[in-house]
């Protein structure tokens, strides 16, 4: 399969793309804005995957192109961008395409972070809102740390939590997910269940904060 990460160039789509390329067959696609932008990362990304043994190719591309090419685009902007970024690439979608999102509404204030849910419920039915009707859309990666993904040196034992309404593209996203290792994903059922699985990651931030000890926690179910 190929996987882009639209803003690939930004944290989390640093630490999927270097666990994808590292612990599946599968070919990563960076997109970016900027295709220079998309390029450097990628020289980045491969440097870091020779400096820990891995032999794998990452290629980087505007955004449109990566979407183009892939049969699973990542949506790894900010979530007050994802709308705009999926009119950006929605030409190059069709039901073929799986589009992900791991974006999450969130607010800080002196406390800390607080969920903040756009008018649709949650960024993934935002997504679905946007994404054109054939697309399946689904919702995974939210409450992983990307500092954490992106240290290849860091061993996990996380749980990621998939939403979606397509069965089919829900179970791809899941086994897709559950090749990076240390990585299970969780079947939180349909989009309408994304707002309490986003909910969860401000919560996790907040743990972070607050106990020196779990920086860039995660999740486990048990
Ligand atoms: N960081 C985490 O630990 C984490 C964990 C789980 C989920 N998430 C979610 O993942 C998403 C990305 O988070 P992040 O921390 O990786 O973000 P980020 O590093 O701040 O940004 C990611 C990329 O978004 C692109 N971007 C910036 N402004 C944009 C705009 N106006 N329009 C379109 N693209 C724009 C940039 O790529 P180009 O300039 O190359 O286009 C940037 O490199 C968020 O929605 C977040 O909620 C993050």
């Known amino acids: 399969m190929r996987i882009a990460l639209l803003g690939g160039t930004g944290d989390i789509g640093e630490g999927l793309a270097l666990r ?5 067959d599968h ?24 400096d820990h043994g891995a032999d794998a190719t990452v ?17 790894s902007v900010p979530p007050y961008y994802a709308g705009d970024t999926v009119d950006a690439v929605a030409d190059t979608l069709d039901e073929e395409t799986i589009l992900v999102t791991p974006a999450v509404g969130m607010q800080g204030d002196e406390d800390g972070m607080h969920y ?4 649709a419920g949650s960024v993934t039915e935002l997504v679905a809102q946007r994404a054109p009707d054939a697309v399946p859309v689904v919702g995974a990666f939210h409450n992983l740390a990307a500092g954490k993904l992106a240290d290849l040196d860091a061993e ?6 998939v939403v979606a309404d397509d069965d089919g593209a829900k179970k791809t996203v899941r086994d897709l997910a559950g090749e990076i290792e240390g990585l299970r994903a969780l079947d939180a059922g349909p989009l309408g269940n994304a707002a309490e699985v986003e909910s969860v990651t401000p919560l996790v931030i907040n743990i972070a904060k607050y106990n020196e000890e779990l920086h860039d926690v995660g999740v486990k179910w048990i």
């Open 59 to 75: 290629k980087g591309f505007a955004n449109e192109m990566a979407a183009d090419r892939a049969d699973v685009v990542v949506l």
């Open 27 to 50: 070919e990563v696609l960076i997109g970016s804005r900027d295709p220079e932008k998309a390029r450097d990362a990628v020289a980045d990304y491969e440097s870091i995957l020779e």
């Open 116 to 119: 903040h849910p756009p008018g």
């Open 20 to 24: 994808f390329a590292r612990d599946t």
């Open 156 to 161: 996990f034992d996380l749980d990621t939590l």
